[in-house]
C-alpha cells in the first residue's frame, strides 16, 4: 500500500459524494480558443482568465461540484483582483484537480486513430502539482468508431498509458480520473457502442490490474453507450441509461471509488435525463456512486450568455449554477425534463 492510500481514499470519497459531481474546466488553450472563436470572443489569456474566474467565482457552486479540473495555465492564475484560483476553490470549500495528459495524437500506423501522450517527465509534473494544492488529476483517451476501427492496437496502447499514468498518480498523492472516452461521432448503433465500449472498459482493467492500480483509490469517467449521432435509428433515454449500466457492472470492480460520467457532446437535456434514468431506474444495482464530470453540458450554457462581455458575468453565472444543480440532481435520480421546463420557463 503506498504512502499516500489513507488520503487518496478520503480524496476519491470528497469527489462523488453525495449530490456532487466534478466540473471539468480543463481545456486545452486550443480547445478554449475554439470555444471562443464561434463566439467571437478574443483568443488571449485574459479571456480565458476571466472566463476562468466567472465560473469558479460563481455563488453556490460547491453545492453541487466537489471539486473543478483545471488546466495547466488555469492552475497558475489569480482572479482579477490578484487572489490565486487554488485559493478561490479551497475558501469555496472545493478541491482542486489538474488535467496532466499532453493531448491525443495521430497513432502511428492507425489511420484515423489516436493515442494519448505525457507520460514523459509525469512524475515530476505530478509532485509540482501535488505541492501547489491539487489533490487529483486527469488524463484522456479517445476511442473513435468507424469503418474497421477501433483496432486492437488503439485500445491497448490507450489502456496501458491511462494504466501506467494512474499508477503514477497514487505514488504521488493524486486522485486519478482514468477517462477513456468512445466517441459518439458516427453512424454506428448502440449496440455497436456497446461492444467498443465493453472492449475498452476490459482492457483498461486489465491494464490497471497489471499496473497494481488501486481501484478505490481512483475514479472511472466513462463515455455512456449511445448510438451515434449520425445513427438513423437513435435510442430512448431508458435504452442508454440500462445498456450504460449494463456494460459498467460486466467490466467495472465493485471497489472502484465512483463513476463520473463526461457528456462527450451530448445535449445538455440528454446529458442530465441519462444520468438521471441510470440512477433513478437502476440505483439500487450500482456498486459505486454514479455522478457527472461533465464540461460541456454544464459550461456551454454559459459560454453562450457570457459572450466575453463584463456585464453578462451575472446572468452567466446563473446559468452554470443551473446546470451543475440540474446535474446533481440527476446524480440521486431526483432530475425530470418536467422539472426543467418549469425552472427554465421562468
Ligand atoms: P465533456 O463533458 O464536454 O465531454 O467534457 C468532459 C471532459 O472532461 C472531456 O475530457
New binding site residues.
Given amino acids: 500500500m503506498g504512502i499516500y492510500a489513507e488520503e487518496l481514499r478520503m480524496t476519491a470519497k470528497s469527489m462523488i459524494q453525495k449530490g456532487k459531481g466534478i466540473l471539468?474546466m480543463?481545456e486545452s488553450n486550443g480547445t478554449c480558443n475554439k470555444r471562443f472563436d464561434v463566439l467571437g470572443i478574443p483568443t488571449t489569456e485574459a479571456s480565458r482568465q476571466a472566463y476562468r474566474e466567472l465560473i469558479l467565482t460563481t455563488p453556490g457552486l460547491s453545492d453541487y461540484v466537489s471539486g473543478p479540473?483545471l488546466y495547466d495555465e488555469t492552475i497558475r492564475q489569480t482572479s482579477k483582483a490578484g487572489v490565486p484560483f487554488l485559493k478561490v476553490i479551497a475558501d469555496a470549500g472545493m478541491i482542486p484537480g489538474i488535467k496532466v495528459d499532453t493531448g491525443a495524437k495521430d497513432m502511428a500506423g492507425h489511420p484515423n486513430e489516436k493515442v494519448t501522450e505525457g507520460l514523459d517527465g509525469l512524475r515530476d509534473r505530478i509532485a509540482e502539482y501535488y505541492q501547489m494544492g491539487a489533490r487529483f488529476a486527469?488524463w484522456?483517451a479517445v476511442i473513435t468508431i468507424g469503418e474497421g476501427i477501433p483496432s486492437r492496437a488503439c485500445i491497448e496502447a490507450n489502456a496501458h498509458g491511462l494504466a501506467r499514468y494512474a499508477a503514477l498518480c497514487q505514488e504521488g498523492g493524486l486522485v486519478p480520473i482514468v477517462?477513456p472516452?468512445v466517441l459518439i461521432d458516427g453512424d454506428h448503433t448502440l449496440e455497436r457502442c456497446y461492444q467498443v465500449t465493453d472492449e475498452t472498459l476490459d482492457a483498461v482493467f486489465s491494464q490497471l490490474y497489471t499496473q497494481g492500480v488501486a481501484y478505490n483509490q481512483m475514479i472511472l469517467?466513462p463515455s455512456m453507450v449511445i448510438p451515434g449521432k449520425a445513427c438513423a435509428q437513435q435510442a430512448t433515454v431508458e435504452q442508454v441509461a440500462a445498456a450504460t449500466v449494463r456494460c459498467l457492472l460486466k467490466n467495472v470492480p465493485a471497489t472502484v471509488a465512483g463513476i463520473a460520467f463526461?457528456?462527450?457532446?451530448q445535449t445538455k437535456e440528454q446529458s442530465s435525463a441519462h444520468l438521471n434514468a441510470m440512477n433513478k431506474l437502476f440505483g439500487d444495482q450500482l456498486p459505486w456512486p454514479v455522478t457527472f464530470?461533465?464540461?460541456?453540458?454544464i459550461q456551454q450554457p454559459a459560454l453562450d450568455y457570457w459572450s466575453g462581455k463584463d456585464e453578462n458575468v451575472k446572468e452567466a453565472q446563473k446559468h452554470l449554477l443551473e446546470r451543475a444543480k440540474f446535474n446533481s440532481l440527476a446524480s440521486k435520480g431526483e432530475y425530470s425534463s418536467d422539472l426543467e421546463k418549469q425552472l427554465t420557463a421562468v
Avoid: P, T
Fill in positions: 471539468a480543463d479540473i486527469k484522456r477517462e472516452e469517467k463526461l457528456s462527450g457532446g464530470s461533465y464540461a460541456r453540458a
